[in-house]
């Protein structure tokens, strides 16, 4: 979650109601590589991010990063949070807007999250009806007045007077903690770097890994980090998470037990996507 940068997890809406749901709220996000390294060129501030960017890691690094952010929740509404969150079925975005340039670089950030996930199918879509993930565009002066429309006024208040958020997202899950639903609201006159800041950070999160944590410092769920592109740390993440040996609904102990196998795979698509060396 972001402060001005912020994240939530969970939505609860009168139609959702008896279902379980999470909230992340979050201001900032994230950039690319290759597919995105055409994003990043045009920005200084991510592409001297990337130069710098440590790509080495232990497992103990790798793990404790998965199990901070893929478990509990910075900020719920309603729901255990003790569970592994994540879509089951294909991903579809739907971008509301009339910005056809952020449109154009949400495009990129989907296809670039879609790159470096293995085993996650996410895509562009053009009809609002068959999207589960749907990003709404908004100017900054109507990001509260969006977020009541979203939550109630009263969510709203406690969520501007808590988090004062630059961009959020959310998501419904049902009782099996599959992802069923997500929405993403995103500011676009705030610049190209906050823009994809926060694109990467709220779509990352609203694919369940919505925890921040501020005691790992390579990750973009942290509310001090920001980088504007997909990181090797948070590929790992995703990665992880996204593997079909992690399940909805797993427990921690559940998780552990799978983690070694999955890790050396997951290691093995990381650096082969991102044409790491040794």
């Excluded at 690094?61 to 509404?77: D, M, N, P, Q, S």
């Excluded at 990352?204 to 769920?221: A, E, H, K």
């Excluded at 593997?243 to 909805?248: A, L």
């Amino acid at each position: 979650m972001r402060q001005r940068r912020n994240t939530m997890s969970a939505l609860n809406s009168p139609s959702t109601s008896l279902r379980t749901a999470l909230l992340t709220l979050a201001t900032f996000a994230s950039v690319p590589d290759t597919a995105s390294m055409a994003v990043a060129g045009e920005v200084p501030a991510i592409a001297a991010r990337q130069r710098s960017e440590k790509k080495s890691f232990t497992d103990g690094e790798i793990v404790e990063g998965f199990l901070k952010t893929a478990f509990g929740a910075e900020y719920h509404l309603a729901g255990r949070v003790d569970r592994i969150r994540k879509f089951d079925a294909p991903v579809r975005v739907f971008a509301e807007s009339d910005r056809a340039d952020r449109k154009a670089q949400l495009a990129k950030v989907v296809a670039d999250i879609g790159k470096r996930v293995q085993h996650l199918d996410i895509a562009m879509i053009e009809t609002n009806e068959a999207a589960n993930v749907r990003v709404k565009l908004v100017r900054d002066r109507d990001l509260f007045r969006t977020i009541s429309s979203f939550y109630g006024a009263e969510k709203a208040r406690e969520i501007r007077t808590s988090l004062d958020p630059q961009c959020l997202s959310g998501f419904r899950k049902n009782d099996n903690f599959e992802i069923e639903h997500s929405d993403v609201i995103l500011t676009v006159d705030n610049g190209d770097f906050t823009f994809l800041d926060c694109a990467y950070e709220e779509l990352l999160q609203s694919l369940g890994p919505i925890n921040d944590t501020t005691s790992v410092p390579w990750t973009m769920f942290n509310d001090n980090v920001s980088m504007g592109y997909f990181d090797v740390y948070d590929q790992y993440i995703l990665n992880l998470l996204y593997d079909p040996r992690i399940k909805p609904g797993m427990t921690v102990a559940e998780v552990k037990a799978v983690l070694p196998q999955v890790l050396t795979d997951v290691r093995s698509w990381v650096k082969r996507v991102n044409d790491l060396r040794e």
